[in-house]
């Protein structure tokens, strides 16, 4: 699987981004699809995803209400709407997909075979 992020830029506080993902060799519906992010000198962090073929996303609770992920079957796309954003949000963000994680592991970045490059978010004040 291989993953292709994009969309992240500089913008203030409020503001919104939308980060998307293209996967290629394997079909999305079936992976497990998330978004991580890092910021500088912190380790990697859940963001949002999908297990499975599962149509119900789950979030950390810091982007709850803020945040959107969704997936797109036909355009193998994986998207991440982000809303609100704020400067804690500033982070270099990842599209990552598995094809064995468990659900105990969903948010374990080791857990995850593919990453995509990341993409940076800069969120001023």
């Known amino acids: 699987v291989q993953l292709q992020a994009s969309g992240g830029g500089l913008v203030q506080t409020g503001s919104s981004l939308r980060l998307s993902c293209v996967a290629s060799?394997?079909?999305?519906?079936?992976?497990?699809v998330a978004w991580f992010r890092q910021a500088p000198g912190k380790e990697r962090e859940f963001v949002a995803g999908?297990?499975?073929?599962?149509?119900?996303?789950y979030y950390t609770d810091s982007v709850k209400d803020r945040f959107t992920i969704s997936r797109d079957r036909a355009k193998q796309t994986v998207d991440l709407q982000m809303n609100s954003l704020k400067p804690e949000d500033t982070a270099s963000y990842y599209c990552?997909?598995?094809?064995?994680?468990?659900?105990?592991?969903?948010?374990?970045?080791?857990?995850?075979?593919?990453w995509g490059q990341g993409t940076q978010v800069t969120v001023s004040s």
């Open positions: 990552v997909a598995s094809t064995t994680v468990i659900w105990s592991a969903r948010a374990t970045p080791n857990a995850y075979g593919y």
């Open positions: 060799g394997r079909t999305v519906s079936g992976l497990t």
């Open positions: 999908f297990f499975r073929s599962g149509t119900s996303a």
